[in-house]
């Protein structure tokens, strides 16, 4: 009996053994192989290595065969992503996204990002429409080569790439729109908002444009969460003398909203003579940032705002309408609006907003937007800069460009420039949000590259997106500036008088929040007088609270709901139903909000329309009772457990997919360098998506993602959700693929 249950034990056993072997095989043989060879339309033997992290590194012996490697790294790691976002710019997403999907593409085919697209890649010449064809190439090689899937049936093109380009653009810069930020009614009393809303950011409309006005509201929201931001971010250079080991360093900061998954992909690229070490983009065979030896150069948004949001005076004659355009009434141009769809309408400013969602009427009149486009001269500025010699070679590169506003930061071993490039439209001031008549006429475009330029060569210098506490007046107030993260970056690279690599790193990770430090000792002098148990934990909390807003600790989460619920109970009672927009960016708002705390004479602080006249300490009272019973209700009653980590938590999206990596903690916040922006709700918006730096003897980066989003690879987000801090100077190469001519 003994001998027969052995037995069956080792056949059980055994056959369990054969089961997970060969489970075993058809994962190994189910995922992605990263070694190997194969032939290909390339022009010479061309090799990609990869370290046991997924850092890849092209050996190329030209420069068409190495953006064809780079087109075919993009694609096997992160096709979905490009997929998308070539879905989005043709108008043919709906079946990717769901509801919102028909919206999504009639703004498309509004702009008409496609055409653009075509246009554009038409008139780029030698050598760089050579450049997007052999990229192109490579991802076509990649699609069938991997079997992926498409979401647009047919072969990636220059048109493709432009058009997305164009596509993340456009979007970004509908999103640096100062006008849509804090609108308010003309014939509404907004006396006490003037105190509040930073100066410039107060736009009006009339009650005639309400529908105009929700309809800006409903776009923007679609765009964020469907396009969201590209190239923000900052680059910061230290002098050789500043540095412990005597060399010169670089370190730069990239951001990305949540709700789209970061385009950001670092790689070594070794051509002919020429080695970079660089920051590519999903999706594009441009270097964003990087080394080439003789220079490190970076690239970022500049975030002013350069589109115009135009009311539209209309007239229905019949079936149709037509706008009152600058030379009497015209009749609207028509737009493709795909199979079954209602017409969109386009003016000579742009496309009517209105027709994106076809439940929107038409009133008295439209919304249009105006924008500029950028021409194939920055295409080729894109392929230039990375291989440029010298800051003045680069500088050359960027100057004159017809492009969205950019900022650079160029260094070499002895010196570094912050140079602008791009253009700026020309207009009238105004305060109104949606112009009219002659107001939305651009008499001109100013060209950035004649600005003056900043110069270090002793000392720190930094540059980046929204980073305008010394920038040219011309270009100071046309963006939102992040002022405390400006001067806390330029404070810390003052501070210290040499830096090690770990220094540099921590500066870039620092969360000390500059908002908290302000309101701080405010709230610790209200809450002493309350007596409640909750009232004298959260003093000895934000006693022994530094202003870090890291995971593990309480300050910054009861800080944070404690001031936004401060400012909300503050305003709702003069703004009603509209104080939850005003409270979107309530970042903005903390400074002017903390001088009205300071002074305790604001009559905000008083509901008029009360008969008790209310103080200071009412309203934060009755705000601090609301944060308790939030944090109650949300994590439990021990207020040891609030921690930031517990409601500062998220991961990026990827198109199409549900679930992925959990949700995890993630640090910093709206004012801290390390950005965390956050909502109202606490969870995170915008966050640091890639950190790093270049240097003579050590170069290292960190992503806060993965090299691929395709389940079938060993670098997958969904197995492991950030690529931890590593070595970006030399890559060992754990996998060789080898990529053969096909010529004889």
């Known amino acids: 009996m003994k001998k027969k249950i052995l037995i069956a034990g080792i056949s059980v056993a055994a056959a369990a053994l054969c089961i997970a072997g060969v489970l075993l095989y058809l994962h190994n043989a189910n995922q992605i192989s990263y070694s190997g060879s194969f032939t290909a339309g390339v022009r010479a033997r061309l090799v990609i290595e990869r370290d046991p992290r997924g850092t890849p590194v092209i050996i190329a012996q030209n420069f068409n065969d190495a953006y064809f490697a780079l087109g075919f790294l993009h694609a096997q790691d992160r096709y979905d992503i490009m997929e998308y976002f070539r879905a989005l710019a043709a108008g043919s997403s709906a079946a990717l996204v769901g509801e919102d999907g028909a919206a999504l593409d009639r703004l498309s085919r509004a702009v008409d990002f496609a055409g653009r697209g075509r246009d554009i890649a038409a008139r780029i010449v030698e050598p760089y429409a050579g450049y997007l064809a052999d990229y192109a190439r490579g991802v076509n090689e990649a699609r069938l080569r991997l079997g992926l899937k498409d979401a647009v049936p047919r072969d990636w093109s220059a048109g493709d790439i432009i058009a997305v380009l164009a596509l993340r653009e456009w979007c970004n810069a509908f999103l640096n729109n100062r006008e849509a930020l804090f609108p308010f009614q003309r014939d509404s009393s907004v006396t006490e908002m003037k105190a509040l809303v930073p100066e410039g950011l107060i736009s009006y409309y009339k009650e005639s444009e309400s529908d105009s006005v929700g309809v800006v509201a409903r776009t923007r929201a679609l765009v964020a969460k469907y396009a969201g931001i590209f190239d923000r971010g900052f680059a910061f250079y230290l002098p050789a003398r500043r540095v412990?080991?005597?060399?010169?360093?670089?370190?730069?900061?990239?951001?990305?909203?949540?709700?789209?998954?970061?385009?950001?992909?670092?790689?070594?690229?070794?051509?002919?003579?020429?080695?970079i070490k660089g920051i590519t983009h999903t999706g594009f065979p441009f270097i964003f940032a990087g080394s080439n030896l003789d220079l490190s150069f970076y690239g970022f948004s500049a975030g002013m705002d350069v589109q115009d949001l135009v009311a539209e005076t209309i007239i229905r004659i019949g079936e149709t309408y037509q706008y009152l355009g600058a030379t009497g009434w015209r009749d609207f141009t028509i737009a493709p609006a795909g199979e079954g769809g209602a017409p969109i309408h386009r003016t000579e400013n742009g496309p009517v907003l209105n027709d994106i969602f076809e439940n929107s009427g038409y009133g008295s009149s439209v919304v249009t937007v105006r924008s500029a486009f950028f021409g194939p001269e920055y295409i080729a500025s894109l392929f230039e800069i990375p291989f440029s010699r010298s800051i003045a070679e680069a500088g050359l590169r960027a100057r004159g460009i017809m492009s969205p506003p950019r900022v650079y930061l160029f260094a070499t071993d002895t010196e570094a420039r912050r140079a602008w490039s791009g253009m700026m439209p020309v207009r009238r001031k105004t305060d109104a949000m949606l112009r009219t008549g002659y107001d939305s006429a651009w008499t001109g475009m100013i060209d950035l590259s004649l600005l003056p330029e900043a110069a270090g060569v002793n000392g720190a210098l930094a540059a980046g997106s929204s980073f305008l506490s010394d920038a040219p007046a011309a270009v100071r107030g046309e963006g939102i500036a992040q002022e405390f993260r400006h001067r806390r970056l330029m404070r810390l690279l003052e501070r210290k008088p040499r830096f090690t690599d770990q220094d540099v790193l921590d500066v870039l990770a620092d969360r000390h929040s500059a908002i908290a430090r302000m309101f701080l000792p405010e709230f610790l002098e209200i809450l002493g007088n309350n007596p409640m148990a909750s009232a004298r934990l959260s003093r000895v909390y934000f006693q022994n609270w530094k202003y870090q807003v890291s995971s593990d600790f309480n300050g910054p989460s009861i800080f944070h709901k404690l001031l936004q619920q401060f400012m909300y109970e503050t305003i709702t009672d003069e703004l009603r139903d509209r104080a939850d927009g005003l409270m979107e960016r309530w970042d903005l708002l903390a400074p002017n909000f903390y001088r009205l705390v300071k002074e305790n004479k604001s009559p905000l602080f008083d509901d008029r329309s009360t008969y008790r006249t209310e103080y200071r300490e009412t309203i934060f009272d009755r705000a601090f009772l609301t944060t308790m019973r939030f944090f109650n209700r949300t994590i439990g009653p021990d207020i040891n457990d609030w921690t930031w980590g517990r409601l500062h938590r998220g991961r990026f999206s990827v198109p199409g997919v549900k679930g992925g990596p959990e949700a995890r903690q993630l640090e910093g916040g709206?004012?801290?360098?390390?950005?965390?922006?956050?909502?109202?709700?606490?969870?995170?918006?915008?966050?640091?998506?890639?950190?790093?730096?270049?240097?003579?003897?050590?170069?290292?980066?960190?992503?806060?993602?993965?090299?691929?989003?395709?389940?079938?690879?060993?670098?997958?987000?969904?197995?492991?959700?950030?690529?931890?801090?590593?070595?970006?100077h030399e890559v060992q190469g754990a996998y060789v693929m080898t990529i053969e001519s096909e010529k004889k």
């Not at 360093?249 to 020429?274: I, K, N, Q």
């Not at 004012?671 to 290292?700: H, K, Y």
């Open 244 to 275: 412990k080991e005597n060399y010169p360093v670089t370190a730069y900061s990239f951001e990305d909203m949540l709700s789209v998954y970061p385009g950001w992909y670092p790689v070594h690229l070794h051509c002919a003579d020429r080695i």
């Open 670 to 728: 709206s004012d801290t360098i390390l950005r965390g922006s956050l909502g109202t709700s606490l969870a995170p918006v915008e966050v640091t998506s890639l950190f790093g730096c270049f240097g003579i003897e050590q170069s290292l980066y960190q992503m806060n993602f993965q090299y691929s989003t395709n389940p079938k690879s060993r670098f997958y987000y969904g197995s492991t959700d950030r690529a931890e801090l590593s070595v970006f």
